[in-house]
């Protein structure tokens, strides 16, 4: 388990610039992020610095700035809480009517020893035809998949786009990886429903592993993962992986049709 505050938000960092936003909108330790709509992760408030506990009137002041900020766009106002934010933060959330929401896990694993898996093809940037299979195996709508592809060009650091086809030449997994100061994150790791339970996901992730360790020299990996995804756990389970910390969202009670 991640104890230290340095830990935690240097995981955090991390995987802001491995899923990166449309736009974002720094103040004095939030990080609000924007992205037409698609994932949480990418429109959300998240802390990014460690928990400064607020005033009552001064919270819910910055609370009420940050949901008049989503309203201009269109989007409702969905905070994540990470253990960098404060306690006061979430009480006040629930205060206001928000209800948590996907209680989620950050995970950690070395990267040991293991061979690459010949049979899945890494690219170093998603072409069209990554992001169609993406939309295709995660049923996304037209709008976002375009999104997706704006989001993935946005990546800074060193990035692999992993896909692996089936003997017809049908792709039926793929994945990211993102490398940054010792560590790759996974993410976008998806499967074909017909093909669920044959190990895809398993050799997706290896595979990036392996990538992340021999091409981008990181030492370890992370992901973050629904708390309820039980098949998901088991897999991670296998690869080494533990819980470092958790988070969970706040959304607007009336909120329907929350984003993925």
């Given at each position: 388990?991640?104890?230290?505050?340095?830990d935690?938000?240097?995981?955090?960092?991390?995987?802001?610039?491995?899923?990166p936003?449309l736009?974002?909108?720094?103040?004095?330790?939030?990080?609000?992020?924007?992205?037409?709509?698609?994932?949480?992760r990418?429109n959300?408030v998240t802390?990014?610095s460690?928990?400064?506990?607020d005033?009552?009137?001064?919270?819910?002041?910055?609370i009420a700035?940050a949901?008049?900020?989503?309203?201009?766009?269109?989007l409702p106002?969905?905070?994540?809480l990470s253990?960098?934010a404060?306690?006061s933060l979430?009480?006040?959330l629930a205060?206001?009517?928000?209800r948590h929401?996907d209680?989620?896990?950050?995970?950690v694993?070395?990267?040991?020893?293991?061979?690459?898996?010949?049979?899945v093809?890494?690219?170093?940037?998603?072409?069209?035809?990554?992001?169609?299979?993406?939309?295709?195996?995660g049923?996304?709508?037209?709008?976002q998949e375009a999104t997706?592809?704006?989001m993935l060009a946005r990546?800074?650091?060193q990035a692999?786009?992993?896909t692996l086809?089936?003997?017809?030449?049908?792709?039926?997994?793929?994945?990211l990886?993102v490398?940054?100061?010792?560590?790759?994150?996974?993410?976008?790791?998806?499967?074909?429903?017909?093909?669920?339970g044959?190990?895809?996901?398993?050799?997706?992730?290896?595979?990036?592993?392996?990538?992340?360790?021999d091409a981008?020299?990181?030492?370890?990996?992370?992901?973050?993962?629904t708390?309820?995804?039980?098949p998901?756990?088991a897999l991670y389970?296998?690869?080494?992986?533990?819980?470092?910390?958790?988070?969970h969202y706040?959304?607007?009670?009336?909120?329907s049709?929350?984003?993925a």
């Open positions: 388990m991640i104890d230290a505050e340095a935690i938000a240097g995981l955090e960092e991390r995987a802001l610039n491995a899923w936003a736009s974002t909108l720094l103040a004095d330790g939030w990080a609000l992020r924007l992205a037409a709509g698609f994932t949480k990418a959300s802390v990014i460690p928990a400064r506990e005033g009552v009137a001064a919270l819910d002041a910055r700035w949901e008049a900020a989503y309203a201009r766009h269109g106002a969905i905070f994540r253990p960098l404060p306690a979430d009480a006040a205060a206001r009517g928000y929401f209680e989620s896990l950050v995970q694993a070395a990267l040991d020893a293991g061979a690459p898996d010949a049979a093809a890494v690219a170093p940037r998603a072409d069209a035809a990554w992001c169609a299979d993406a939309a295709r195996l049923a996304l709508a037209p709008a997706l592809a704006r990546i800074v650091p692999a786009f992993a086809r089936a003997e017809e030449g049908r792709v039926v997994a793929l994945g990886a490398a940054e100061r010792g560590m790759s994150g996974l993410f976008e790791v998806m499967v074909d429903p017909a093909r669920q044959q190990g895809l996901g398993g050799r997706i992730c290896r595979a990036l592993m392996a990538w992340a360790r981008a020299g990181a030492r370890a990996a992370y992901l973050q993962v708390a309820g995804n039980a998901a756990l389970r296998r690869l080494g992986f533990t819980t470092a910390y958790r988070y706040r959304v607007p009670a009336d909120l049709g929350v984003i």
